[in-house]
C-alpha cells in the first residue's frame, strides 16, 4: 500500500509543491513548526534515511539547502532547522523550516492545521525565492 507521501507524490491528496525533480519533490507541512515549513521527499518509497542510497541521501540534503537558503530569504528567522525523525510516516522526510529559536524544534508545538491561503501565501514566497529551481 502507498505511503501518505507516495500519494501526495502521486496527486492523490492535494500538497502544496515548492520543488519537484526526478528524485524528490518538496512541498509544505500542513502542520507547521513555522511558515514555510517544508518536507523534502524522496519519490522513492524508503522507510529508514539510514537505508537511502547514498547518492539519493547526497541530492536530499542538497535540495533541503537549496529550500533552506530560500527561506532564510523568504521569511523573518535566524536559522534554517532541518529534522530528520520518521516516525510519523514509513517514507524518509526531511523537515526544513525557518527559526528564530529552539523551541521550534518540538513538533508538539507545530499548527495543527493551516488553512489552503496560508500554505498558498509561504509557497508563493518559497517559489519567488527559488526562482527558476526545482522544476
Given at each position: 500500500m502507498p505511503t501518505l507521501f507516495t500519494r501526495i507524490i502521486d496527486g492523490e491528496i492535494p500538497g502544496t509543491f515548492v520543488w519537484q525533480d526526478e528524485q524528490c519533490v518538496a512541498f509544505l507541512s500542513i502542520n507547521p513548526l513555522a511558515p514555510g515549513h517544508t518536507l523534502v521527499v524522496p519519490r522513492r518509497e524508503v522507510d529508514h534515511w539510514i537505508d537511502l542510497p547514498p547518492n539519493l541521501a547526497r541530492h536530499l540534503l542538497d535540495v533541503a539547502q537549496t529550500i533552506g537558503q530560500a527561506q532564510m530569504s523568504?521569511?523573518?528567522?535566524?536559522?534554517?532547522?532541518l529534522i530528520i525523525a520518521g516516525y510519523e510516516i514509513p517514507h524518509t522526510h526531511l523537515h526544513v523550516f525557518p527559526s528564530t529559536n529552539m523551541a521550534q524544534f518540538n513538533f508538539a508545538r507545530a499548527a495543527p492545521s493551516v488553512t489552503q491561503e496560508e500554505l498558498d501565501d509561504a509557497a508563493g514566497r518559497l517559489r519567488a525565492a527559488l526562482g527558476s529551481g526545482g522544476g
Open positions: 523568504a521569511f523573518d528567522c535566524e536559522r534554517i532547522g
